[in-house]
């Protein structure tokens, strides 16, 4: 049984750090690609961050470049979402995901397991 797990949020200045995880466990880690995404109050579930296990690659929203950095580490089957110089628009739930496709898609409906979320509140 596939099961993502988030942790890490939590309530920072703006200008703060923070850095979420997402335990995974129940499909071969290295094989998929993950995806962070962020659900601000009475808006969307927008696409964070992807980052591909098959090639390496990664993406990033334009609104999180230069300050977001997604990593893996695969003997723990965690990927990360470093967080740095946080702004009060990225107040939202962070979610992990992963598709049966195991690309890096864009909408989230594409996606077929995700994690219960972590709060993320930044403050002004």
């Known amino acids: 049984e596939v099961s993502l797990v988030e942790s890490g949020g939590g309530l920072v200045q703006a200008g703060g750090s923070l850095r979420l995880s997402c335990a995974a466990s129940?499909?071969?880690?290295?094989?998929?690609?993950i995806t962070w995404f962020r659900q601000a109050p009475g808006k969307e579930r927008d696409r964070v961050s992807c980052?591909?296990?098959?090639?390496?690659?990664?993406y990033y929203a334009n609104s999180v470049k230069g300050r977001f950095t997604i990593s893996t580490d695969n003997a723990k089957n965690t990927v990360y979402l470093q967080m740095n110089s946080l702004k009060p628009e990225d107040t939202g739930v962070y979610y992990c995901?992963?598709?049966?496709?195991?690309?890096?898609?864009?909408?989230?409906?594409?996606?077929?397991?995700w994690g219960q979320g972590t709060q993320v509140t930044v403050s002004s």
């Open positions: 129940g499909f071969t880690f290295d094989d998929y690609a």
């Open positions: 995901a992963v598709t049966r496709a195991r690309t890096c898609r864009y909408h989230y409906t594409s996606y077929d397991y």
């Open positions: 980052i591909s296990q098959s090639n390496g690659s990664t």
